[in-house]
């Protein structure tokens, strides 16, 4: 589970839930008399003590934002009834919202219909807006760009070593034991004046390239990673709130390196945040 990939929306979700908890522990209801009226002998109720209302509003809101936040965890959550769990969970925000609206307005249901001055008290009311918080938080985490960002920034990175030098720690350091660019002579001996190894003529091997200096980044959304061979293959994916190795340049591409290791192709590098 990689806790840094919940976003914005998804705190909305679960600060959402846990008001929605509280609130199954207020009362439901209340009867207000009017002077010279007698009022009945009533105790209110909470959630607890409404089976409907429990399992309809109060836990399967809950229910809704567990299945919302492992969506987002896992990397590849096991669907339920063929349906992502994720979209499971937003449809059951909607229908969570719809039965505490019909709550509120009939609190107590047809056994207290004879009596006009009953009405919603706080556990009603307080579940009604965490009901409705909790469909925002979902709905808006798939379309809002600004609920997309990620819910914990990401921590500062440690300066790479440059390429092929030893690795100080951590993942991914490209190089590792191999010789800086430009740092070995190249076998069979010292070159000649024109070129040609003073041993056997044959030439030295080519001047490197401009050296790469790998560098952490971040990406603002989730991005596919595809293999380094061209196909079109995704081998892994990157989220929000993690940091990436750059390890090489690869036309407008940069060829990244996953915490456990994988390598592939990152094609859209606009707007990545670099460490």
């Not at 609130?23 to 409907?52: H, M, R, Y």
């Not at 219909?113 to 556990?123: F, L, T, V, W």
């Not at 079109?232 to 036309?251: C, D, K």
Request: aromatic content about 8%.
């Amino acid at each position: 589970m990689n806790i840094r990939s919940l976003t914005r929306g998804d705190g909305v979700v679960i600060g959402a839930a846990v008001l929605l908890f509280i609130a199954s522990f207020l009362d439901t209801w209340d009867i207000s008399c009017k002077s010279g009226q007698v009022c009945p002998d009533l105790e209110s109720p909470n959630a607890w003590g409404n089976g409907a209302l429990l399992l309809g509003v109060y836990l399967a809101g809950v229910v809704a934002a567990a299945l919302i936040v492992l969506a987002r965890l896992l990397p590849r959550p096991p669907k339920v009834l063929g349906i992502e769990p994720g979209q499971l969970g937003t449809a059951l925000t909607l229908f969570v919202a719809w039965t505490a609206l019909g709550a509120v307005f009939d609190p107590g249901g047809s056994m207290f219909a004879e009596m006009p001055d009953m009405g919603a008290a706080s556990g009603l009311i307080l579940g009604f807006a965490a009901a409705l918080l909790l469909a925002a938080g979902a709905v808006c985490s798939q379309l809002v760009p600004a609920f997309k960002a990620p819910l914990l920034g990401a921590p500062r990175p440690a300066a790479p070593t440059p390429y092929g030098g030893q690795p100080q720690g951590g993942y991914g350091y490209p190089g590792a034991g191999a010789q800086p660019f430009g740092g070995g002579q190249p076998q069979g001996g010292q070159p000649g004046p024109s070129g040609a190894s003073s041993f056997g003529g044959q030439p030295p091997a080519a001047a490197p390239a401009a050296e790469f200096a790998p560098f952490w980044f971040a990406v603002p959304v989730a991005r596919p990673l595809y293999a380094e061979d061209g196909s079109a293959g995704q081998i892994a994916e990157l989220t929000p709130g993690t940091w990436y190795l750059a390890v090489e340049q690869r036309g407008s591409g940069l060829v990244a390196q996953t915490q456990d290791g994988r390598r592939g192709v990152l094609q859209d590098t606009s707007g990545i945040q670099r460490g």
